[in-house]
């Protein structure tokens, strides 16, 4: 049976892994899921990208959004509202609350993010190990300039630089203002979540799906010992490129990759990546011309449609990266 092993944030992450599943229905998939996304509102632990994650492969996501549960309500967020408790600009439904509310009852009586996910995930049967990336708190924070901000969201904040969570750059702010660094708080003292190690040194093959490289893969390999875990595994690293003629497929990829130094190409985020640990690297169609260039950085590269419009298509993008690997394993 091939194992593989997937690092994943959240929409895109998701969407990868439900094409996966088709592509390699014999396959042992552990994904080991971004948690700096994580977030505590309302009193409660709110994991965005492993629910994310466990909604979409287990049937129960919104599609249209690609985020939160399908025939949500929000009687809670409106009863909220309407005792003056925020935040408001952060939209938990009233079936999503009960996931957080379970989570967090977990956690005060003791048991770890791990095993609290895969509680949860033995009510979703997502086909796939899910893994949180470490059972230690890792948030992560984005550094901007509050004279960027309106007075209405700037509010009593002292002119200069002040660090935001990545939430509320992301959905707030709708990263409508220069990044000028992305810190995964915490993530410098964190270990591995267990079985995290062990399903890379296990792996046969090894994927970066097209998930946010910074704050979602990135923030995966920021945590001590799982990039170097990886770049020892002796086995085929392949990831698929998240930015699709110089733009990001989905989301505001680019404002993040422009704080890290990154430019917004294909090419550029293979670099940033870098030869020893990524050995293979698809790129849309319409990139074809970046890669000579990503491969004179020691890196095999193919160019191939990218676009998920669909299980089948993104099923079709899923086995090409296996293709890909076996080619670097030959």
């Not at 990503?294 to 676009?307: D, K, S, T």
Request: with cysteine; glycine share 12%.
């Amino acid at each position: 049976m091939q194992r593989i092993v997937v690092l994943a944030g959240g929409i895109g992450g998701a969407r990868f892994i439900r094409g996966l599943k088709s592509a390699a229905p014999d396959a042992e998939i552990t994904v080991i899921g971004n948690t700096g996304d994580d977030i505590h509102l309302f009193g409660l632990k709110v994991c965005p990208d492993l629910d994310t994650l466990m909604y979409t492969l287990g049937g129960g996501i919104h599609e249209e959004q690609g985020w939160g549960r399908a025939d949500e309500t929000f009687v809670v967020k409106e009863e909220l509202a309407a005792y003056g408790v925020g935040p408001e600009w952060f939209g938990l439904g009233d079936r999503d609350f009960a996931t957080h509310i379970v989570r967090t009852q977990m956690i005060a009586a003791g048991y770890p993010l791990s095993a609290v996910t895969e509680a949860l995930c033995a009510r979703w049967q997502p086909g796939v190990r899910i893994l949180p990336m470490t059972d230690d708190r890792v948030e992560t924070h984005v550094l901007i300039d509050t004279a960027d901000l309106g007075d209405s969201v700037a509010g009593d904040a002292a002119e200069g630089r002040k660090a935001v969570h990545f939430q509320e750059y992301w959905v707030r702010l709708r990263a409508s203002v220069d990044a000028h660094a992305v810190v995964p708080v915490g993530a410098d003292a964190a270990k591995p979540g267990p079985g995290v190690l062990e399903a890379i040194a296990e792996a046969d093959v090894i994927l970066f799906p097209p998930s946010n490289p910074v704050v979602s893969v990135g923030t995966i390999l920021a945590v001590p010992g799982i990039r170097e875990a990886i770049a020892d595994a002796g086995v085929p690293v392949v990831g698929l490129s998240p930015v699709v003629g110089d733009a990001p497929v989905r989301g505001m990829a680019d404002k993040v990759l422009a704080a890290v130094g990154v430019e917004t190409t294909a090419a550029a985020v293979a670099r940033h990546y870098g030869s020893g640990l990524l050995d293979g690297w698809l790129v849309d169609t319409v990139d074809a011309d970046s890669v000579p260039s990503v491969e004179e950085a020691g890196i095999r590269c193919r160019a191939v449609p990218l676009m998920m419009t669909g299980t089948e298509a993104t099923a079709r993008m899923a086995r090409q990266a296996l293709e890909l690997a076996e080619e670097v394993r030959a």
